[in-house]
Structure formats: structure tokens, C-alpha cells
């Protein structure tokens, strides 16, 4: 098996620099981020007293990332346009970070990648959310192998984990698109949830579930009842009130 291209830890220099460019204001951020270290930044990005260390980075129009936010050791991170970054979130490791267009991580998040993990199998440190989709307060998602969610769905509430490594192995988490997952969800290595579903506060995701516009819940979870008219609804609202019709 081929060993994955670890990523340098970031140099004492290179954090200086990049804490000197996180004081600038934005107007200043966008041209020392394109001339010191190669970034694409679009146009009218926003970007406050935060950390961005990537080997590459691309910022398409009209992202806005907020304060004290820390993105390190990423190797590629990539926002479409519309992106919002909230504040005090953390973005550690990983080959690559996707947010889709008009995308939204609130706040005291921690989406991380452990660096050369001791597994048997390959790996896929990527982080992807789809358009239009919102990751709110307070979780822990660990993309050390593939973590994948489709468009407009939220994991909402506070305090879920998304979990792709055990001891020695890793497997991928996969959410569909239209999904509301609710507080304090547990998601194993491995776990599946379909689109067009909700998940119950607490529930514990252990393997693959199966079947549309569904209530999930329960330890472990499983499929509940068939959703009403008024639960797809719920679903189908946009996730922010800028949305295009499109996403």
C-alpha cells in the first residue's frame, strides 16, 4: 500500500507571517495572501483576525470567513462563492476542504484530519459540504477518511460527532442532500444517512441506513416512520434566505 503524502508541519516563520496578515484589514489581507503565499482570492472576500495555512487555497467571490478562526496543515481548501466561515472554528489537517457554494460553518466548530494515522487501509482525508448546506455550533467532525455531505443539508443543534476512525482503520461518512440531522447525533466509521431524511437528537449512527424522506432515530439508529407533509417541508426550506433557487 502506497503511504499518503503527509504535510509538513507549518514552520515557526511561515506562522509568524501568517499572524501578521491575520492583524491586516481585509482590504489588505486579499493582496498578501495572493503575493506571499499564491492564494486565488476573488472578489469582495471578507476575512477577519483569523488563520488561514494552506498549501493551496482558493476564496471564490464574496466569501466571508469571521475572527479568530484557525484552517492549518490543510492541503488544499477550496470555497465556492457565498461561503460563510463564522467564528472560533477550527479546520486542522486533511488533503482537502470543499465547501460548495453559499455553504455556512457557523461557530465553535472542530473539523480535523489526523496527520500519518497508524491504519491498514488507505485513506481519504477530504472534507466536503455541499452547496448551500450549514454545519451550526459546537461539533466535532473527524474527516481522517472521507467525510461527504450533500447540498442543503444541516447538522443542526449542538455537540454532534462525526467519527471515521477507530483503532487501526477508517472508514467513510456519507449525508445526503436535504437532510436535518439533529443535536448530539453520533455517526460511527462507516455510517451512511440517506437524503431527504431527519435524525433525531441523540441518535447513533452505526452503519449505512437506506430509504428516503424518513425519521431516523433511536441507539442504534433506525428508520422510524415515513415523514409527513409538513416534516418535508421543513427539509425542503432553504438553508440561508440568500440561497439561489438553483441550489
Given at each position: 500500500?502506497?503511504?499518503?503524502?503527509?504535510?509538513?508541519?507549518?514552520?515557526?516563520?511561515?506562522?509568524?507571517?501568517?499572524a501578521?496578515?491575520?492583524?491586516?484589514?481585509?482590504?489588505?489581507?486579499?493582496?498578501?495572501?495572493?503575493?506571499?503565499f499564491?492564494?486565488?482570492?476573488?472578489?469582495?472576500v471578507?476575512?477577519?483576525?483569523s488563520?488561514i495555512?494552506?498549501?493551496?487555497?482558493?476564496?471564490?467571490?464574496?466569501?466571508?470567513?469571521?475572527?479568530?478562526?484557525?484552517?492549518?496543515r490543510?492541503?488544499?481548501?477550496?470555497c465556492?462563492?457565498?461561503?460563510?466561515?463564522?467564528?472560533?472554528?477550527?479546520?486542522?489537517g486533511?488533503?482537502?476542504?470543499?465547501?460548495?457554494?453559499?455553504?455556512?460553518?457557523?461557530?465553535?466548530?472542530e473539523?480535523n484530519?489526523?496527520?500519518?494515522?497508524?491504519?491498514v487501509n488507505?485513506?481519504?482525508p477530504?472534507f466536503l459540504?455541499g452547496d448551500?448546506?450549514?454545519?451550526t455550533?459546537?461539533?466535532?467532525?473527524?474527516?481522517?477518511?472521507?467525510v461527504?455531505?450533500?447540498r442543503?443539508?444541516?447538522i443542526?443543534?449542538?455537540?454532534?460527532?462525526?467519527?471515521?476512525?477507530?483503532?487501526?482503520?477508517?472508514l467513510?461518512i456519507?449525508?445526503?442532500?436535504?437532510?436535518y440531522?439533529?443535536?448530539?447525533?453520533?455517526?460511527?466509521?462507516?455510517?451512511?444517512?440517506?437524503?431527504?431524511?431527519?435524525?433525531?437528537?441523540?441518535?447513533?449512527?452505526?452503519g449505512?441506513?437506506?430509504?428516503?424522506?424518513?425519521?431516523?432515530?433511536g441507539?442504534?439508529?433506525?428508520?422510524?416512520?415515513?415523514?409527513?407533509?409538513e416534516?418535508k417541508?421543513?427539509?425542503?426550506?432553504?438553508?440561508r434566505?440568500?440561497?439561489?433557487?438553483?441550489?
Amino acid at each position: 500500500m502506497a503511504e499518503p503524502e503527509s504535510m509538513p508541519p507549518t514552520s515557526k516563520f511561515r506562522l509568524m507571517i501568517l499572524a501578521c496578515v491575520a492583524v491586516l484589514p481585509s482590504f489588505l489581507k486579499r493582496p498578501c495572501y495572493r503575493l506571499l503565499f499564491g492564494y486565488r482570492i476573488g472578489k469582495r472576500v471578507r476575512i477577519g483576525l483569523s488563520i488561514i495555512d494552506a498549501r493551496e487555497c482558493q476564496l471564490d467571490d464574496d466569501v466571508e470567513i469571521g475572527h479568530l478562526n484557525v484552517i492549518i496543515r490543510v492541503k488544499k481548501i477550496t470555497c465556492g462563492d457565498h461561503v460563510r466561515i463564522g467564528h472560533l472554528n477550527i479546520i486542522r489537517g486533511g488533503d482537502e476542504v470543499r465547501l460548495g457554494r453559499y455553504a455556512e460553518i457557523m461557530r465553535l466548530n472542530e473539523i480535523n484530519s489526523i496527520p500519518d494515522p497508524d491504519v491498514v487501509n488507505e485513506v481519504d482525508p477530504r472534507f466536503l459540504l455541499g452547496d448551500g448546506s450549514l454545519v451550526t455550533t459546537g461539533h466535532k467532525i473527524d474527516f481522517t477518511d472521507r467525510v461527504e455531505i450533500g447540498r442543503r443539508t444541516i447538522i443542526g443543534g449542538r455537540n454532534s460527532s462525526l467519527w471515521t476512525h477507530n483503532r487501526q482503520r477508517t472508514l467513510p461518512i456519507v449525508i445526503g442532500s436535504l437532510t436535518y440531522v439533529g443535536s448530539e447525533i453520533r455517526i460511527a466509521p462507516g455510517g451512511s444517512i440517506p437524503s431527504r431524511c431527519i435524525v433525531g437528537i441523540g441518535s447513533v449512527i452505526t452503519g449505512e441506513l437506506s430509504g428516503e424522506e424518513q425519521l431516523i432515530a433511536g441507539v442504534p439508529a433506525k428508520v422510524i416512520k415515513e415523514l409527513s407533509q409538513e416534516d418535508k417541508f421543513l427539509i425542503e426550506r432553504k438553508t440561508r434566505l440568500d440561497l439561489p433557487d438553483n441550489i
